[in-house]
RNA sequence: GCGCCCAUAGCUCAGCAGGAUAGAGCGUCAGAUUCCUAAUCUGAAGGCCACAGGUUCGAAUCCUGUUGGGCGCACCA
């Protein structure tokens, strides 16, 4: 696994040089922080390849004005081979234009990595879990849960492309009053499956057709034995069985977007191995836990209200606006009470913990920071913990929303939507917003997606290379590296786009937000079907020419380009196509 | 009442830990098809970056307040 410094890494390596060689003259105080200094592809190709603000940022240590300093560090700059210009620019930058063999050589240089390209090391030695889906194993996946599935799992991609060591896990709820719900619920279509006319799902239930099978296996596998038997005869087994084919279901649902978590962590297990004792132990002997009662919740009116003491969590310490129960008053534990412990559990085997949820659970989020931080003590580390809200999905079909709701059982399914618009289509939209914003999803504007659609756009760019290679072959020239300084200023400033990938890689790795690669993408092909579009006009700036030496070596461009885009969709988990 | 998130072109959204004239797609208008896939491309019009203050060399970006929208506020998960 290759870590080549990038090109960006280099010169921001060539910038500190000479900042440190005028520390060493003087013109600037010995140990001056240089955090501040940047250096940026522009926005503007015009202002160069690259540009820093370092003039800018240090001019005032400097005693100086920002533009006499970045005089001397262009002076410093000057001379260097891989440097054609350095100019002062606005209040203060220099920007640097960049000799077209950095360029040849970051072509090279990707040839070289292959699917490696981007990879880093910057994450090496630290265990990231990322929890994420986590829908309570009542039934199939639901568009609801669809966004924190793919944001979840692109990030997870997207942390291991950065070195981290990444575990994807599933905390399965199989503990509440929930899924005795389910397991009453399975109950009635056993019953049904027996023979039983069992007429309309009796209120509380669910109600879902999904169940049909489940009673049906429940029926082949127990006969009749517990058709009249009481609740606590079948309950528990029930509830077990339920689960696992409830469990099943949501695998297969979430295999349809090609998610496959590693750990599926069983809240009653959890529970069986005593760990919310311990949890609660440790934090009553350090006064985080105890018996209280909490005041009556405002803004809403709740006419069985009753003040009750129960074990409360001090999460008021750790900025929350109350404290939270973590037993219930028949002695269970609440969800969060195991998801305390479910935590602590989680940082055992990890250094951080990333949890992606939906932001109707934005109001617990507070309390679950509280407990890990107050747990992370207990520990004797601190465990760097990071709550991600994925925003709400409003689902349109033509304009008119689509509800859902889990109690009618008349709720949109993921794998009805995978079904009608394909994976890709799903993941790539979902990644094409930032998640903290809420979104819509209408499936007439999704479907027929041909024109409107970025995935397309960028799966094309992939499929004109491909189609390109294919077309070469046929007449016996293939990619060929050993003419690249045939290629010209527009075959280099796609270069220059592709060797943007490591740094928005690494960016968006820190900053944690996959979608950032969806929209790099989306302008690397968007720059690809210029350049081919140039080949429209002017058949000298085909791909495919008379000269076999220049084809050659814009096959190998094209090849390093599909490479780019191939490596970025893999971390979004969708397919480059060959063709489409 | 309180907490969290959001507000950028007619619509859907970007804007990279403040930086040089604010970007893309769709839609609108004007163009390109003897072409390696036109599922593409070129150009034009379109903005008081919700509003008001503040921080500094410099703010769509950071802070405060206001307005508008979403989510949540039980011993539910």
């Not at 309950?235 to 069985?241: K, N, S, Y």
């Not at 279901?249 to 349809?256: F, V, W």
């Not at 004797?380 to 079909?397: H, N």
Request: glycine share 8%; with cysteine.
């Amino acid at each position: 696994m290759a870590d080549t410094p990038t090109l960006y890494a280099a010169f921001a390596a060539r910038i500190d040089a000479a900042l440190a060689a005028l520390e060493m003259e003087g013109a600037l105080p010995p140990g001056t922080p240089r955090t501040n200094v940047s250096l940026e592809p522009p926005r503007d190709p015009a202002h160069g390849d690259l540009a820093t603000n370092a003039a800018m940022v240090l001019a005032k240590q400097a005693k100086t004005n920002p533009r006499a300093l970045a005089e001397k560090i262009v002076e410093k700059l000057s001379g260097d081979p891989l440097l054609t210009g350095a100019e002062i620019a606005g209040p203060g930058f220099i920007n640097l234009r960049l000799a077209d063999r950095n360029w040849v050589t970051e072509l090279e240089a990707i040839a070289a990595a292959g699917t490696d390209y981007g990879r880093s090391t910057k994450g090496a030695g630290r265990r990231v879990n990322i929890e994420y889906v986590s829908a309570n194993p009542t039934g199939p996946m639901h568009m609801g849960h669809c966004r924190g599935a793919v944001v979840g799992d692109a990030l997870a991609a997207l942390l291991e492309f950065g070195g981290h060591e990444v575990t994807r896990e599933y905390y399965v709820n199989d503990a509440g009053a929930q899924v005795q719900v389910l397991a009453r619920s399975a109950h009635v279509r056993y019953r049904e499956a027996l023979g039983e006319v069992v007429g309309e799902i009796p209120a509380g239930l669910y109600p879902g057709d999904y169940l049909v099978p489940l009673g049906q296996a429940l029926a082949a596998e127990f006969g009749d034995r517990y058709a009249a038997a009481p609740e606590a005869e079948w309950l528990d087994l029930f509830r077990e069985r339920s689960v696992a084919a409830m469990m099943d279901m949501i695998r297969a649902d979430l295999a349809l977007l090609g998610i496959h978590h590693a750990v599926f962590a069983s809240e009653a297990e959890l529970q069986r191995a005593g760990k919310p004792a311990a949890a609660e132990a440790w934090l009553r002997g350090h006064d985080l836990v105890f018996d209280g009662v909490l005041e009556a919740p405002k803004g809403k009116v709740l006419e069985d209200w009753e003040a009750v003491e129960l074990p409360l969590f001090r999460s008021t310490r750790f900025g929350d606006d109350q404290d939270r129960p973590i037993r219930k008053s028949d002695g269970n534990w609440t969800y969060f009470g195991a998801d305390l412990a479910y935590h602590m559990q989680k940082a055992e085997g990890a250094d951080e913990l990333i949890d992606i949820w939906g932001a109707d659970h934005a109001g617990t989020v507070k309390r679950i920071k509280a407990a890990v931080e107050a747990l992370a003590e207990g520990e004797g580390r601190p465990i760097p913990f990071d709550v991600k809200l994925v925003q709400m999905v409003a689902l349109l079909r033509d304009g008119e929303p689509v509800k859902m709701s889990k109690r009618s059982g008349n709720f949109v399914t993921l794998a009805e939507v995978v079904e009608e618009v394909g994976k890709d289509v799903v993941r790539f939209t979902m990644l094409t917003r930032k998640p903290e914003a809420q979104m819509e999803f209408d499936f007439a504007k999704v479907v027929e997606a041909s024109k409107d659609n970025p995935v397309f756009y960028v799966q094309y760019a992939h499929a004109r290379i491909s189609s390109t290679l294919r077309k070469a072959k046929e007449q016996g020239l293939g990619p060929d590296g050993g003419a690249l300084d045939r290629l010209g200023q527009p075959e280099l400033a796609l270069v220059k786009l592709a060797a943007q990938f490591p740094r928005e890689v690494e960016a968006a790795a820190q900053a944690r937000e996959p979608h950032r690669i969806a929209f790099y993408l989306y302008d690397l092909a968007a720059a690809f079907h210029a350049f081919w579009n140039m080949g429209n006009d002017d058949p000298a700036l085909r791909i495919i020419t008379e000269d076999a030496a220049l084809t050659q070596a814009r096959l190998f461009l094209a090849v390093q380009i599909g490479q780019v885009v191939r490596n970025g969709l893999a971390l979004l988990g969708v397919e480059a196509v060959e063709e489409l």
